[in-house]
């Protein structure tokens, strides 16, 4: 058992050493933490490491992506010794911190403290919710843990703080968080930032709490795992461990983030009675896992696997649905399902979101999601009630004013198979803007529903009134933003986001009611604008998204009364359309045409598509929406001048 420790933490060690780079304290401190939990209680294996009943670990203390690199080695998952030699070099499998999709056996894309154990919160609300749906009659189709390795940095950030809280309410009683706490960080002891208890913190929060004295006991760690297995609560096991353990800096910030060098690895390794170098790998290390974690693994997926066919034979148009959340993929008659919306529909495009989405809800067992707080206002709700420890069946949640740990579940729920959403006002995305990029990052489709998109809100003021807002989440790499102009383009979108494999999906929609003034197919919704008012020998062409795309079209009739004949183009998603062919897009805005972008936010990202821009590059302003807005100009009078003046 030690020597297996000794053989984790040295490869650990080599992996920094070799990077020049990394975080030695953890791998040396932590090492028995996850020794144990992967030897005596993860259930998983590596034969088939996206078996959906696995245990799910999080390594919320990202870090200590060496740690689990070499762990991971040598439990039999796809990470090879090649690999750990390439630590944190350009195209390697593993990355400075771990990244979801890189690397077998990596479970979220972690680093920014306070996230992995937030999507974790998210994985255990999955877990509770479709054990309530599918296990029957004694066959359990779901039956896993969540487990996270959090570190004190994790623990003092709002986000963790956020979930946890959430997580306690719902008593998620599958999620077991993993303390490694040795009261230091990057700046000095923790004492310096904090001084919170605990055990008085959690449990005031719902969560049932254990404490180790030292990470090294076994017997200890053993006994807290389980008695954390049996509560009705989450647990939080605080253990007690020594940062860069066995190391001249034991116990100090100096062991956090910079390699110890090879000189000091090898007295390390005389002294541990370890004589083997750098990247030496022992078998009776390998056999220790085989024939533990391995071994449980396999026998608890082959038993599943028997559970799943007599399952199929007992229920089977649940076995059906319970098929197609493994697949994730989303195959439904969207035109028949989702409401009607055609033209001269009047109705503000979150109400049209909130419509499609209940409809949608009847049909997608899989969509889950709700809003901080806001669900009246944002409309963006589940179906069947709410998700409680009462009701695991309830797919709608009550995040509670809690916005960032809102996008960071919903990328749990999302990274968990489901097909999950969120709701808020596009203004409080800054609190969520973290999450929201690691979805990106790690290429999964969540999706984030905003409404009060622009300065039409009005009386609230610049405070609630977004600006750079959009410019931002387009500015993100892999990130779609669509920002319907009416309830036809706002019923698109959601099935776009929907159909969206690879990528999270913003949708911005409005407060005030829009006019759906023309129609346009899903497939040149797709394209990611399309022409609303088309003229052979036009002017011009005006170009707008959202409730913009209304007021264009007012302008346009304007300016034909003059003689003056302009083409207009709705453009709901910049990034779906600079994805097209140059034919297509040359199409839809010609080179040769003067064109005359309108947008009630940050004019930055327009001056792709033209150099004249009609957007908003200060704070708003508090009064009625209307008198906001042509506060701001945004009148057909107001764009029929600018057109003319260019």
């Known amino acids: 058992m030690q020597k297996s420790i000794d053989a984790i933490r040295f490869l650990g060690l080599d992996m920094t050493n070799k990077a020049q780079s990394g975080h030695p304290g953890i791998v040396l401190g932590a090492a028995p933490i996850l020794y144990h939990l992967f030897r005596d209680h993860m259930k998983a294996t590596p034969d088939d490491s996206d078996w959906f009943d696995r245990d799910r670990f999080v390594l919320s203390a990202g870090h200590g992506s060496a740690l689990i690199y070499a762990l991971l080695h040598y439990a039999g998952y796809d990470v090879t010794l090649e690999d750990l030699k390439a630590f944190r070099q350009v195209g390697s499998k593993t990355p400075g911190h771990p990244e979801y999709g890189d690397t077998e056996g990596i479970e979220a894309t972690t680093g920014p403290l306070g996230q992995g154990i937030s999507n974790a919160v998210g994985m255990a609300i999955a877990e509770a919710h479709l054990a309530e749906r599918f296990n029957k009659d004694g066959r359990k189709l779901i039956d896993h843990f969540t487990y ?4 004190d940095g994790d623990f003092q950030e709002g986000v963790a703080q956020e979930s946890m809280s959430l997580a306690g309410h719902l008593s998620l009683s599958k999620l077991i968080v993993l303390f490694d706490s040795n009261d230091v960080q990057l700046d000095g002891p923790t004492a310096d930032a904090i001084s919170d208890d605990v055990r008085m913190k959690v449990e005031s929060i719902n969560w049932h709490y254990e404490h180790v004295a030292d990470a090294n006991d076994m017997e200890a760690l053993q006994k807290a795992i389980e008695k954390a297995k049996q509560t009705d609560k989450p647990s939080l096991i605080e253990v007690k461990s020594i940062i860069g353990e066995g190391s001249t800096v034991a116990g100090t910030s100096a062991a956090h983030g910079k ?9 390390m390794r005389q002294a541990k009675d370890f004589p083997h170098g750098p990247f030496a790998t022992l078998d009776e290390v390998y056999e220790d896992f085989a024939s533990t974690f391995k071994k449980r ?3 608890a997926r082959e038993n599943w696997q028997k559970t799943l066919e007599t399952y199929k034979s007992a ?13 994730g993929k989303v195959d439904l008659d969207f035109e028949n399902i989702l409401p009607e919306k055609s033209m001269g529909t009047v109705e503000a495009t979150r109400n049209s979101m909130g419509e499609c989405l209940e409809a949608l809800g009847n049909h997608l067992p899989a969509l889950i999601g709700g809003s901080a707080d806001l669900s009246g206002s944002t409309k963006a709700k589940g179906n069947d009630g709410d998700f409680t420890k009462e009701n695991r069946l309830g797919r709608n949640i009550n995040f509670g004013v809690r916005e960032h740990a809102m996008g960071a579940i919903t990328n749990g729920l999302v990274l968990h198979g489901m097909k999950a959403f969120s709701g808020g006002f596009l203004i409080f995305s800054d609190y969520m803007k973290a999450s929201m990029r690691l979805a990106a990052l790690m290429e999964i489709p ?10 039409a809100v009005g009386e609230d003021g610049p405070t609630h009134e977004p600006i750079e807002q959009l410019a931002a989440f387009r500015a993100t790499p892999n990130m779609n933003v669509v920002r319907p102009a009416n309830a036809i383009e706002a019923r ?16 911005a929609l409005t407060r005030q009611k829009t006019n759906a003034l023309v129609d346009v197919a899903y497939e040149d919704f797709c394209q990611g604008a399309y022409v609303a008012r088309d003229h052979d020998a036009a002017a011009g062409t005006l170009l707008a998204s959202g409730s913009e795309v209304e007021l264009a079209l007012a302008a346009a009739e304007r300016l034909e009364k003059q003689g003056i ?5 709705s453009m709901p998603s910049m990034e779906l359309f600079l994805a097209q062919p140059k034919e297509v897009r040359e199409a839809i805005l010609p080179k040769d045409q003067k064109t005359l972008a309108i947008e009630m936010a940050a004019s930055l990202p327009w001056y792709r598509f033209t150099q004249h821009v009609m957007g908003i590059d200060t704070f708003g302003e508090s009064g009625k929406g209307d008198e906001v807005v042509r506060h701001f100009g945004f009148t057909p009078e107001a764009v029929e001048k600018r057109f003319k003046s260019i």
């Open 446 to 455: 969540a999706t984030y529903i905003f409404t009060h998109d622009s300065v």
């Open 259 to 267: 390699p110890l060098g090879e000189e000091e690895t090898d007295s």
């Open 315 to 327: 229920h089977p148009e649940t076995h059906k649905e319970f098929m197609a959340l493994l697949e």
């Open 297 to 299: 693994g396999d026998a």
């Open 492 to 507: 698109h979108a959601l099935r776009f986001a929907m159909e969206s494999e690879k990528t999270p999906t913003v949708v």
């Open 565 to 569: 004949k302009v083409r207009v183009v």
């Open 148 to 151: 996270v390795l959090m570190s």
